[in-house]
């Protein structure tokens, strides 16, 4: 099982290049790259893009660690105050999803997250989404990657600080539009945090997923209140259920954490110390895969 970390605040800090090596030193086999702020800059515009992620690619493989998977920008979809889709925001987003796609591709990413959407109207909302994703497939035919869709959380239209189920948002849910996908092409991408955010353990979104569904990860802890995407053990996440429930179900993808300014935070202006907080979060989850490698090989000896 590999350990990788979403790029965002790596980059923001140390840059393209320097951030891939620091990362690599801090002790992760792959990186989780977050294409949604990049796509909006010259070096990875339509021209560009290939031959950025070409020396991307060098640089990773320098390192002696890969890219496993990739995160494309989001939202997907905006829609204007009556409902309807904002079609030039949704024609230069898709625009930007393809070209994602392309790149991770390109850069031997498995898996690219591509978020769900918010609809006014919840009685299309999944038809939409489905829809949407249809419309990606033959992209992820011809670069040889899989979707991932992830589990989301929307806000309370009473009370804006409170989080509350929306699109995707249990892992009955999420299963539901996985089946309703080909499964070759698609895959779900549990986000542990959003679980937490909406009512459902992540132990039990991975279970009602099970192992055929289930593909990535995206790994952060929480108080159950807020989006922290903090470092695991550091929030009210149930490790020990989660890592039980991996092992259980036969989990046989990455653990790929998704941790964010909530912890790094503190840390951004001191590259030494972003260095030292990343060796910890590297190092929390080499323990998180320890705790499920060790219950799956116990599972295999009693067996």
Known sequence: MKLSQTTEEIFSVFGLGEGIDVMA????????LAF??????DEFSEDNAEKTCEKILRRVRNAGICVNQAHAPFPSCRFLPDGSPDMEYCREAFGRIVRSIRCAAQL???IIVVHPFETRDKRVQKEM?????????????????????????GTSMTDRSKLIPNVCSRGCELAE???SLPRDTFTACLDVGHAGLTGE????????????????????????????HTIPYQGKTDWEAFTDALSDTGYAG??????LDGYFRPYRKNKELMRAALRLLAGTGRDLIDRIEEKQQKKGTQR
């Open 177 to 179: 539009y996985v089946d």
């Open 108 to 110: 031997g990413a498995g």
């Open 254 to 259: 990455d653990l790929t954490l998704e941790v």
């Open 129 to 153: 989404n489905l829809d949407y994703y249809t419309k990606l497939e033959p992209f992820c035919r011809q670069y040889g990657i899989k979707l991932g869709i992830e589990n989301m959380y």
């Open 36 to 41: 949604y702020n990049l796509m909006c800059r």
């Open 25 to 32: 030193d801090a002790g992760f086999d792959a990186v989780d």
């Open 201 to 228: 353990s992540a132990d039990e979104a991975v279970r009602g997923l099970g192992k055929d569904r289930l593909g990535a990860l995206h790994v952060h802890d929480t108080d159950f209140i807020r989006d922290l």
